[in-house]
T-cell receptor, first 116, second 111 residues
């Protein structure tokens, strides 16, 4: 079956431009997560969606970052007025349910964002 | 702030040798996940540990969670080139919505 997919796989943009990253979770997975992996920083949790509920935005690094999830499925992460420090690999993950003891998160391949 | 410490940061091991990677938390863990990341690819789930003293194995990889649920080790027996990659431990602390990850251990297998 299809796993988590993300697009684009690579994105190069100029400083100050807006970018939109897309995540298609595994069908039937209600929980969706966005993470950022910066060089030397490890993986950083950004935002979480559970079904159609309002997301927990506490992990977003600034108000330039926003995310939405339409119909409880596809999610987009938008970064406005990109800065060079936004350069990172953005990973999306999905799982069946958040608090299940066997809550395996399935990760997508990531989008590598480079801000020039 | 980073609450998971992984050691070593990098490891070069001769093919066929055993190795151990450690992951330590300052807080009791609700769940501990091990992932492997190959260069340019996403994260691959290896194992999840939840109970104190739990041990799980998959092929030549064994992971343990200590009784206090604050430290986990990942042991690879008779390493192979396919084991090369970055190993990440992720923690579910029971309150956060996402996992908190260590910085990873970069494993290189020398033929």
């Amino acid at each position: 079956g299809a796993g988590v997919s993300q697009s684009p796989s690579n994105k190069v943009t100029e400083k100050g431009k807006d970018v939109e990253l897309r995540c298609d979770p595994i069908s039937g997975h209600t929980a969706l997560y966005w993470y950022r992996q910066s060089l030397g920083q490890g993986l950083e949790f950004l935002i979480y969606f559970q079904g159609n509920s309002a997301p927990d935005k506490s992990g977003l690094p600034s108000d330039r970052f926003s995310a939405e999830r339409t119909g409880g499925s596809v999610s987009t992460l938008t970064i406005q007025r990109t800065q060079q420090e936004d350069s990172a690999v953005y990973l999306c993950a999905s799982s069946l349910a958040r608090r299940d003891p066997n809550n395996e998160q399935f990760f997508g391949p990531g989008t590598r964002l480079t801000v020039l | 702030s980073q609450e998971l410490e992984q050691s070593p940061q990098s490891l070069i091991v001769q093919e066929g040798k055993n190795l151990t990677i450690n992951c330590t938390s300052s807080k009791t863990l609700y769940g501990l996940y091990w992932y492997k990341q190959k260069y340019g690819e996403g994260l691959i789930f290896l194992m999840m540990l939840q109970k104190g003293g739990e041990e799980k194995s998959h092929e030549k990889i064994t992971a343990k969670l200590d009784e206090k649920k604050q430290q986990s080790s990942l042991h690879i027996t008779a390493s192979q080139p396919s084991h090369a990659g970055i190993y990440l431990c992720g923690a579910d602390k029971g309150g956060a919505d996402g996992l908190t990850f260590g910085k990873g251990t970069h494993l290189i297998i020398q033929p």
